[in-house]
């Protein structure tokens, strides 16, 4: 698997189970999975590893939906402000 992104984060599980850092709660620990360097040329990599569809979520911009077009998604999820429903 293709890993971009390398960033220690911070140290929410000890192997020890002693000196456990419990300050920064679940979304630090959430967000060291996220690859900020990922951008619209990396749609293709995916498109070629993959026969499953691609969805891309919380897009927040129309030009955004129309640029996910172009780079042949299958599919998007925008997030609305007024009478948000959850992605299915």
Same mark, same amino acid.
């Given at each position: 698997?293709?890993?971009?992104?390398?960033?220690?984060?911070?140290?929410?599980?000890?192997?020890?189970?002693?000196?456990?850092?419990? $300050?920064?709660?679940?979304?630090?620990?959430? $967000?060291?999975?996220? @690859?900020?360097? !990922?951008?619209?040329? @990396?749609?293709?990599?995916?498109?070629?590893?993959?026969?499953?569809?691609?969805?891309?979520?919380?897009?927040?911009?129309?030009?955004?939906?129309?640029?996910?077009?172009?780079?042949?998604?299958?599919?998007?999820?925008? !997030?609305?402000?007024?009478?948000?429903?959850?992605?299915?």
């Amino acid at each position: 698997m293709r890993s971009k992104f390398d960033d220690t984060g911070s140290n929410v599980q000890s192997t020890s189970g002693h000196d456990v850092d419990r $300050s920064q709660g679940a979304a630090r620990a959430i $967000s060291s999975f996220i @690859d900020p360097s !990922l951008s619209w040329v @990396d749609i293709p990599w995916f498109q070629s590893i993959t026969k499953m569809k691609i969805v891309l979520k919380g897009v927040q911009r129309v030009e955004d939906v129309i640029k996910a077009c172009e780079y042949g998604v299958d599919g998007v999820g925008m !997030l609305t402000i007024l009478y948000s429903f959850p992605p299915i």
